[in-house]
């Protein structure tokens, strides 16, 4: 099993190169990404975007940009229209998103013309390596599904052990998380949780234990576990962190970014390719081990 983003990028290595299409390559982070990932034999990249700002880009930061392939498409719109035609039509493995607003990409995925979607929701899944433990984690959903019902949500944690999976973490610990580990009628983020524990033990969630509700604490801390007397076997070890809604997702994840300089990255699942897809503020390590792990995802 995984336990490191270094370890991710070294395997990713070995079942590399794929091919990215890159949407609106035309930022820093996203070509220093690409060529880093060029370098380490994880990637080639078409990069779709303003061909003049591209290279503008690439010669301030000393990126050889001709040993890439260029469509120049200044409209951004476009651009991410192209970037999935190219995986659509088999000239590449995943989409990355580049300097465009998410909603903008995933319209063009969702195309259904000529879009990569499928029957299954799309969902973000964050995995993130923060010191002090010894597994990665797998956060979901803190930039796509609002505020998911508890259909979605099962959905959401399918996708996420799909992505634990290509990760080599065959049955991942799944913990529900809400403001309290007790169920409360009027809190149904706990009601969802103490559902989708019941349809795994009953086998309608499967390749997972699920259980739940838990506090982000008695999930990830066995010592906060211990204190509170809670004894499931995911208490204090869980692996895929389901949060209840978008805003607590998305807090969480910048928080293990701002606060706890934890290594993050991000891929969004449910679609007939990985889309590497990262908040714009990232930074290009984190948008590099995205790459890592949508090749791996590509790879399955």
Request: glycine letters at 6%; hydrophobic letters at 50%; aromatic letters at 4%.
């Amino acid at each position: 099993m995984i336990k490191k983003f270094e370890e991710i990028v070294k395997t990713a290595q070995s079942r590399g190169p794929k091919t990215i299409a890159v949407a609106v390559a035309q930022d820093y982070d996203v070509l220093i990404a690409v060529d880093n990932a060029k370098k380490l034999v994880l990637a080639d990249a078409i990069l779709v975007g303003d061909e003049e700002e591209i290279r503008r880009i690439a010669h301030e930061s000393s990126i050889d940009i001709d040993k890439f392939k260029i469509v120049d498409q200044k409209d951004t719109v476009e651009a991410c229209r192209t970037a999935v035609q190219l995986v659509a039509e088999g000239k590449a493995q995943l989409v990355m998103k580049g300097l465009v607003d998410t909603a903008v990409i995933l319209k063009a995925v969702l195309d259904k013309d000529f879009g990569l979607r499928t029957e299954n929701v799309l969902s973000h899944v964050a995995v993130a390596d923060v010191a002090g433990y010894d597994r990665l984690f797998y956060i979901t959903d803190a930039a796509m599904n609002i505020e998911p019902d508890l259909a979605t949500k099962k959905q959401i944690i399918e996708n996420a052990v799909q992505v634990a999976n290509a990760l080599g973490n065959d049955n991942p610990k799944v913990a529900c998380i809400c403001a309290v580990e007790k169920v409360n009628a009027k809190m149904q983020a706990t009601l969802d949780a103490e559902k989708l524990a019941k349809m795994n033990q009953a086998g309608e969630l499967t390749g997972c234990v699920v259980a739940g509700p838990f506090a982000l604490d008695n999930a990830v801390s066995t010592e906060a576990a211990k204190h509170k007397g809670i004894t499931n076997p995911v208490a204090g070890n869980a692996d895929v962190l389901l949060m209840p809604f978008i805003e607590a997702g998305n807090v969480l994840y910048k928080s293990i970014v701002f606060f706890a300089r934890g290594k993050i990255a991000g891929i969004v699942v449910g679609a007939k390719a990985p889309i590497v897809l990262t908040s714009r503020a990232d930074s290009d390590l984190t948008k590099l081990n995205s790459i890592a792990i949508g090749v791996l995802m590509a790879s399955k």
